[in-house]
Every structure is written in C-alpha cells, then in structure tokens.
C-alpha cells in the first residue's frame, strides 16, 4: 500500500488535492462503428447496424482517416498508430508497419523538433489501381511555437507493400489539421488558409505531387469557414460567410476548375422582432 503524505496546509485546504489524487483512473470507452443501409430503408428496420471489429482490444479508441470503395483507415485516437485498413463486411484487415515518424506524438530526442501534428490521407487512384496512406507530420519545439511547412514531412504507404516512402514537405498548413475531407479522381482534397484567406489544396495519389485548386469564386475572402465533401462523385465546397448563411457548390466538370456552381443559398429562419417607431 502507497502512502502519500501531502504538505500541511490549513484545515480542509488539501481536501480537494486529496480528491484529485485519489480519483479512478480514466477508463477508455470503446467506439462502436455502425452503418446505415440507405437502399433499405423502409420505416420498418433499424437504420443503423452495429459493426463489430476485430481489433477493439488493441485499439479501443479511434478516428477514421477516411473510406473508400468500402475500406476504412482508421488509427489510433491517443497515438497515430496502429494504423488499420478494414473491411468492415468481411472482417479483413491489415495492420500497417510504423512509419518512420514516432508512433507517439512526440519525435525522438535526438531530432530537432520534438512536438508532431500529423494529417492523414487515404484514397484510391484508378490510374495506378492503388490504395494509399498519406501521413503529413508538422515538427514544432514548444506547443506555443507556430507551425510551419518548411518543419515537415510527408510520407506515403501503398498497400501490398511493407514500407513508408519520404516525400519531402508540404509547401503549406492544412486548416485544422484534419483528414482529407474529399477524395475525387484519385486526388485527396484539404483546405488551407493563409493570412485569413481560404485555398483548396490537392494531392495526386498517382504522381504524388501536392497542387492548389481553384475554388469558387469569392470563397476566398469574406468567409467565416470552408469545408469539403464529395456529392454525386463531385467535388462540393460548403461556405460558411457572415450572419449564418451558407452556400454549397458544386464543381460540374473537375478538369474544369471554372466550373464551380452555387447549388444552394441558405439563410436561417431567424425570429425577425419589429419596432415601432420612438419604441
């Protein structure tokens, strides 16, 4: 049995220091995965069905790098790996190598930085017919310092192989550090904000080269938040711009970037009070 022996103080001053020492441990609460059958749905069935994963031990907590053709990249929510590819019908899956990078967030001592912020990526290109794991990683020495592209590194995992390949820096930040929100003809989508101004960046899964996408016109200034998704095999962008409105567009012809049409304008049903006069 440990004894812990705390300074005197006045009374009833350590009662709570005391409480906060002997708390329970934070206990991990697995995620459930589940998926809706919307073809099904007729009113009369449950709309969502429980996956049960293999890996829920080792990994009972996670985040989903994304989907494609079916499979699900996941990793792991306290660290950045294991990193899982899943079919979550068949039940297969495939657990990948550590990357060269630190499996924890922090990097080894011997580098020069020793915080990391990683973005990941997973998508398919016909081109090639290959599944790929994209994995940024942003170096910092202290939490307060800003992030930079010229600290970091991009490497790639294909499946079927054993080994993540280094492929230099990124020239840019991605805004908010999460997964590509959008995978259209093989290339992986992010958004990127630079002195208050929204950009959509790309990644070419088959030559993996990073470029900048034109957006829709005006989605550059005046906009609270830019989000992503993929609708009807489009490339869709969501504005969000002052007093809640939001526009959705969608890009028609992806090998035309001016192609970009506003599908929808939403203003919110807001409670409107009248004044009279002098009142």
């Known amino acids: 049995m440990a004894i812990i022996k705390f300074p005197k103080k006045k009374k009833n001053a350590g009662d709570h220091l005391l409480r906060d020492h002997l708390q329970p441990p934070i206990t991990l609460v697995p995620i459930?995965?589940?998926?809706?059958?919307?073809?099904?749905?007729?009113?009369?069935?449950?709309?969502?069905?429980?996956?049960h994963d293999p890996f829920g031990d080792v990994m009972p907590e996670f985040y989903i790098i994304g989907s494609c053709n079916g499979l699900l990249c996941l990793h792991n929510s306290l660290f950045y790996d294991p990193i899982f590819v899943y079919n979550p019908f068949t039940q297969a899956?495939?657990?990948?190598p550590k990357s060269m990078l630190s499996s924890k967030r922090k990097r080894p001592r011997s580098d020069q930085y020793g915080i990391q912020e990683v973005?990941?990526?997973f998508g398919y290109h016909p081109k090639v017919c290959e599944y790929k794991v994209v994995k940024i990683a942003y170096y910092r020495n202290s939490w307060n310092e800003k992030l930079q592209p010229q600290r970091s590194n991009v490497q790639v995992f294909t499946l079927g192989t054993n080994i993540w390949r280094s492929i230099g820096k990124i020239p840019c930040l991605l805004e908010g550090r999460h997964p590509s929100?959008?995978?259209?003809?093989g290339r992986l989508h992010w958004v990127t904000r630079r002195r208050n101004l929204y950009q959509i960046v790309s990644f070419d899964l088959a030559d993996e080269q990073f470029r900048k996408f034109q957006g829709p016109a005006g989605s550059a200034w005046n906009c609270?938040?830019?989000?992503?998704?993929?609708?009807?095999?489009?490339?869709?962008a969501t504005i969000e711009r002052h007093c809640y409105r939001l526009e959705i567009w969608i890009l028609k012809d992806y090998d035309v970037p001016r192609s970009w049409m506003k599908k929808y304008n939403l203003i919110p049903d807001l409670p409107i009070r009248v004044f009279k006069n002098n009142s």
Do not use: P, Y
């Not at 998926?35 to 996956?51: T, V």
């Not at 899956?93 to 990948?96: M, R, S």
């Open 93 to 96: 899956f495939v657990e990948l």
């Open 32 to 51: 459930v995965l589940s998926f809706i059958d919307i073809s099904s749905c007729d009113g009369n069935d449950e709309l969502a069905h429980q996956i």
């Open 119 to 121: 973005v990941f990526g």
């Open 181 to 185: 929100e959008a995978l259209v003809k």
């Open 224 to 236: 609270l938040r830019l989000s992503l998704a993929v609708v009807d095999g489009c490339l869709t």
